[in-house]
């Protein structure tokens, strides 16, 4: 037997294996959800023939209590009937046998002209054409599946999507695609048919599916639109804005959307939050130039709202002391000095 098919054999016994495996922890869930709809359904049925005893010997207050309590356990049982209904679903997509997975490995090879396997880390690799979508280059993509994360409760823990040639969103170096960050795909409704194909062991459909989400544009569900893929960031929030959208900092020469600049209320002069200070007094914002210092307190306000030198609480309490003092002076008390006395 040739090594190359040594190989595919091995690793699809180790995929088979492992759909195996969580085959069985599926049975034991399954197995555990009918105890507890069992139990929800015995409760329900229990009330239901209290409250109709409690009518029988006219306890009607007990009977309205019994009916309360048997709808809010018509809800619970309502809720594991779904959660059942969903298992049985899973449950009866049928497993790929060993066979199904080296026919699986042999279609990869003509979809994706090669793929690799690292059996050390049991992981398989395949890598798609450059890709480009609405005119913006994105290059190849390397989908890297775990096998021995097959057929978990969260399939998109068990790959990861690794840009080959990163043209990252501007500012944003984890989206690597509209539907791609930090190496994890976005797959809005094809999530569920990606975990149907991990879970039954379906493994060149997982792969085919997700190459076809990284094929497509939805606006809708995109970490950053492709409109502004190639923009600049916000350096207060973070919003990506087209060539010569933003504004410029005058103090910390730092790129701002319209949202975050601001300007100072005496020279006009455009700044970011950080630089431009607020003024106690009328609580307008200004530049550092046009702020200064209170001669008294040393507090900062801008000024407009100095007065002599002195902010307003400054100014007042100087102003009150020199009414205490000219009221002092116009009421005619006469110093009293102490008597002398012969010698």
């Not at 006219?58 to 018509?74: F, M, P, S, V």
């Not at 005119?135 to 969260?154: E, M």
């Not at 995109?222 to 959208?245: F, I, K, R, T």
């Amino acid at each position: 037997m040739k090594k190359q098919q040594r190989t595919v054999f091995r690793i699809a016994n180790l995929i088979y294996a492992q759909v195996r495996a969580q085959e069985a922890t599926r049975i034991g869930n399954a197995t555990a959800e009918q105890r507890r709809l069992n139990s929800a359904l015995d409760r329900y049925a229990a009330l239901c023939r209290q409250a109709a005893k409690a009518h029988a010997r006219k306890w009607l207050a007990a009977a309205k209590r019994l009916l309360e309590q048997a709808n809010t356990a018509l809800e619970d049982l309502h809720y594991e009937i779904e959660a059942r209904r969903r298992q049985r679903h899973d449950e009866s997509l049928p497993l790929a046998s060993p066979g199904d997975v080296v026919r699986d490995l042999e279609q990869m090879e003509a979809e994706f002209h090669q793929w690799q396997c690292d059996e050390g880390t049991a992981t398989l690799s395949v890598r798609t054409d450059d890709i480009e979508l609405s005119g913006v280059y994105l290059g190849a993509f390397t989908i890297q599946l775990n096998l021995r994360q097959l057929g978990q409760s969260d399939p998109q823990s068990a790959f990861s999507i690794i840009a080959e040639d990163p043209n990252p969103a501007g500012g944003r170096d984890g989206v690597t695609h509209p539907h791609v960050k930090d190496e994890r795909l976005c797959a809005g409704e094809a999530l569920v048919p990606i975990g149907s194909a991990l879970q039954t062991g379906r493994i060149c459909d997982f792969f085919l599916l997700v190459r076809s989400v990284l094929q497509t544009y939805n606006a809708h569900s995109a970490y950053v639109p492709l409109d502004n893929w190639n923009g600049s960031p916000c350096q207060d929030c973070g919003h990506l804005m087209d060539d010569g959208e933003g504004f410029c900092c005058e103090y910390c020469e730092n790129n701002l959307c319209d949202s975050c600049i601001s300007y100072c209320r005496n020279c006009n002069n455009a700044g970011c939050l950080s630089c431009l200070e607020t003024c106690p007094a009328c609580e307008d914002r200004f530049c550092p130039n046009c702020m200064t210092t209170c001669s008294e307190c040393k507090q900062s306000c801008c000024g407009g709202c100095l007065t002599d030198g002195l902010c307003p609480t400054c100014h007042e309490e100087k102003e009150n002391n020199h009414e205490s003092d000219e009221h002092g002076n116009e009421s005619g008390a006469v110093p009293v000095t102490a008597p002398q006395h012969a010698a």
